[in-house]
C-alpha cells in the first residue's frame, strides 16, 4: 500500500552568520533611535528660554523675592538685581532680546517705558539661562544739538 505522503523535499535556507549579524544590528539601531526620539519629545525637563529666565527675574524683583531672584542669576547677575527695586520696574514693556557676543551664549534683553530703561544680559551656564548682568537707567539720550529742556541755548 502506498501512500501520498510522499512530497517534495523542502529546503531550508541558510542565511550567513554576517548577515543576520547585520539586521539584528540594524534593527536594534531603529528601535534605539526610535526610543531617543520619544524620550526627547517627552523630556520635560527642558531649560526655559532667555526671555522667560529675564521676565521671570523682572517678576522676582516686582514682588520682591530675593530667592528667586539667586535662582535665576549668577553671583554678579543677583548684586545688580537687588539693587534695582520695585518701583523701578513698574510700568516696564518688554522689548526683547537679541544675540550679543561673548564668551559664553549671552542675551540681551531689554525693557522700557517713557523715562526708563532696564537691560539685563542672560548668559548659559551649564545648561540654564543666568542672569548675570542688569543695569536700570534712562531710556536714552536726544539726538546732539538737541535741546533737552531748561534754558534754551543762546544764539
Known amino acids: 500500500m502506498t501512500t501520498d505522503n510522499d512530497s517534495p523535499t523542502s529546503e531550508t535556507t541558510k542565511r550567513s552568520p554576517a548577515v543576520v549579524a547585520i539586521a539584528i544590528i540594524l534593527v536594534l539601531s531603529l528601535l534605539g533611535g526610535g526610543g531617543y526620539v520619544i524620550y526627547k519629545l517627552t523630556n520635560k525637563t527642558q531649560r526655559a528660554p532667555a526671555f522667560q529666565v529675564a521676565k521671570d527675574a523682572v ?46 551664549p549671552t542675551r540681551l534683553c531689554v525693557w522700557s517705558r517713557p523715562g526708563g530703561q532696564l537691560s539685563m544680559s542672560v548668559i548659559l551656564l551649564n545648561k540654564n539661562w543666568k542672569v548675570d548682568a542688569a543695569e536700570i537707567g534712562p531710556a536714552g539720550l536726544p539726538p546732539a544739538g538737541q535741546p533737552t529742556g531748561g534754558t534754551p541755548p543762546s544764539s
Open 59 to 104: 517678576a522676582a524683583i516686582g514682588s520682591g523675592n530675593s530667592a528667586k531672584l539667586g535662582d535665576l542669576s549668577t553671583s554678579s547677575g543677583k548684586v545688580a538685581l537687588v539693587k534695582i527695586t520695585a518701583n523701578d520696574v513698574k510700568g516696564l514693556t518688554f522689548g526683547g532680546c537679541k544675540a550679543f557676543p561673548g564668551k559664553d
